[in-house]
């Protein structure tokens, strides 16, 4: 009988410092002695992608994206060598491997590189001469033969995709809190423990800010059917599964409210009102692969004058964003572009709201006794989204998760049809 293989992903907090790198390979070690075969993606230890990224901006104000990736990609490559080292010592043969090593082929898009292809035979290789090998996680090589990275939270895309290109049982993705949550535990003391969330609402709540599984992963393991498991790195409980919408077993209302404060608002005053006038501003955005959030155009009231549009826009975007918005502004005759970084956004994601009325209003009610102001809204069918001011988010979250009932002990159910 050929063994199954299982993908083991440890984030930056679990690989901290020498101590949690040895209990790391601990588990590394135990999962192959259960007679599995092992793979293992690293991110880089605690703060170091952060440091990386002030080392660069120490001595440069707009670091160029090919040596940023260069830069940024050693953190992973740390995290291995160790890690492979400690497994040597338990007396365990391992082996680790760079993103290029490991085949991970991207776009070449520096600093948010996607995956194209895992050509996985060195990884292969290794197993079959009953090696554990370690990958590092958020890089690539890019099809014009340069290190690539994926994207903060990129470990996370890595360790699927390998799960995907290895046919892993499971992509098992270790953290620092036990699963994926009603709420950021850290934020909301009481928030649940999800057992099981559908790919549906994960990619919402990840899109949203809930940052405990990159956005991309999620897409990914939808796509190439990867079941994932999102567990504590500190013990041995089960974590949350991310599962197909009809495998799930709980179908409440709601599933979680998330937030980010990393988005800031750009709005353009005095754009034409005509046709083909938001078509180049976001033409050119897309162009410099920025992704673009929420959209509100404000329609002037006499024809003939000019309009105004407001979006969102990842804090990380912001510089690249203006520079690709000045051409335009120039051509288009817009007057002012005005930055707000102050803006932060809760949400509420839950695939029991597509049948449900009342749930917007609920939201509305909640945060108005709170005193916050609505400034920009956007919803899909399982997802509610509100633009607040960035220090109202943490009472927002907290009270949004009291009116929904999703603390341990309550759950609201769904009533009627889904
Ligand atoms: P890692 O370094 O292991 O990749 P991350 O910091 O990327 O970990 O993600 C884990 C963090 O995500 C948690 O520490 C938690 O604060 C945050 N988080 C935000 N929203 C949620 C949520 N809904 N459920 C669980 N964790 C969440
Ligand atoms: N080290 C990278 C980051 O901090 C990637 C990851 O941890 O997933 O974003
Ligand atoms: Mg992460």
Known sequence: MT???????????????????????RRIVAARESGKRVVAVLSAR???????????????EVPDPREMDMLLSTGERISCALCAMAINDLGHRAISLTGSQAGIVTDTSHTKARILDVRADRIREALAEDMIVLVAGFQGVSTSRDVTTL???GSDTTAVAVAAAIDAEVCEIYTDVAGVFSADPRIVPDARKLPQVSFEEMLEMAASGAKVL???????????????HCRSSFDSEPGTF???????????????????????????????DRPGAAASIFA??????????????????????AAEVSFTIGTDDLRA?????????????????DTDREIGKVSIVGAGMRSHPGVAAKVFQTLAAEDVNIEMISTSPI???????ADAVPRSVRALHAAFQLGEGGIEPEQGPR
């Open 321 to 337: 964003a203006l520079t690709a918005l000045e051409p335009v502004c120039g051509e288009l005759g817009i007057t002012r572009i």
């Open 284 to 305: 050119a955005l897309a162009e410099a692969n920025c992704n673009v959030d929420t959209i509100i155009q404000n329609e002037p009231l006499t024809e003939g004058r």
């Open 383 to 389: 997802k509610i989204s509100c633009v607040i001011r």
């Open 3 to 25: 063994q199954s293989t299982v993908v083991m992903k440890f984030g930056g907090t679990s690989v901290a410092d020498a101590e949690r790198i040895k209990r790391a390979a």
């Open 242 to 272: 991310v599962l197909r919408e009809e495998d799930t077993m709980e179908h409440p209302l709601i599933t979680a409210v998330t937030h980010s404060t990393e988005e800031a608002r750009i709005t353009l005053v005095g754009v034409p």
């Open 46 to 60: 605690g703060k170091t992608t952060d440091e990386l990224i002030a080392m660069a901006q120490e001595v440069s």
């Open 151 to 153: 994207g903060r939270g």
């Open 214 to 228: 990159q956005l991309r992963s999620v897409e990914y393991a939808r796509t190439h059917g990867v079941r994932i």
